[in-house]
Nanobody, 124 residues
Framework: QVQLVESGGGLVQAGDSLRLSCAAS????????MGWFRQAPGKDREFVATINWNGGSPAHANSVQGRFTISRDNAKNTVYLQMNSLKPDDTAVYYCAARNDPFGSWQTNHYDYWGQGTQVTVSS
């Protein structure tokens, strides 16, 4: 089993930056692809970013491309999401996910473990 705990969310103003962290425990995720997803009130959970087991092939949703960056530190069993130039539309609960596969995916049903989420609120 893998437990994922997100941190780093909060209330910020438009244009600000935040860095989300996702710490894994239970077993190493160094061979697992990781992803970030988000869910705004009344909307489906949507893909934000994903990264391969070795940090290769980071991919981001079009809506965050150029503003958000996913990265990972396997020595710390942690994945990050650097979020710059935040917009009110980025307001959502952000979830970290891990899959029993080394390659990233944008599909929510490809992930096997999920964190509880961290709230990000961006005011205008």
């Amino acid at each position: 089993q893998v437990q994922l705990v997100e941190s780093g969310g909060g209330l910020v103003q438009a244009g600000d930056s935040l860095r989300l962290s996702c710490a894994a425990s239970g077993r190493t995720v160094s061979r697992s692809a990781m992803g970030w997803f988000r869910q705004a009130p009344g909307k489906d959970r949507e893909f934000v970013a994903t990264i391969n087991w070795n940090g290769g092939s980071p991919a981001h949703a079009n809506s965050v491309q150029g503003r958000f960056t996913i990265s990972r530190d396997n020595a710390k069993n942690t994945v990050y999401l650097q979020m710059n130039s935040l917009k009110p539309d980025d307001t959502a609960v952000y979830y970290c996910a891990a899959r029993n596969d080394p390659f990233g995916s944008w599909q929510t049903n490809h992930y096997d473990y999920w964190g509880q989420g961290t709230q990000v609120t961006v005011s205008s």
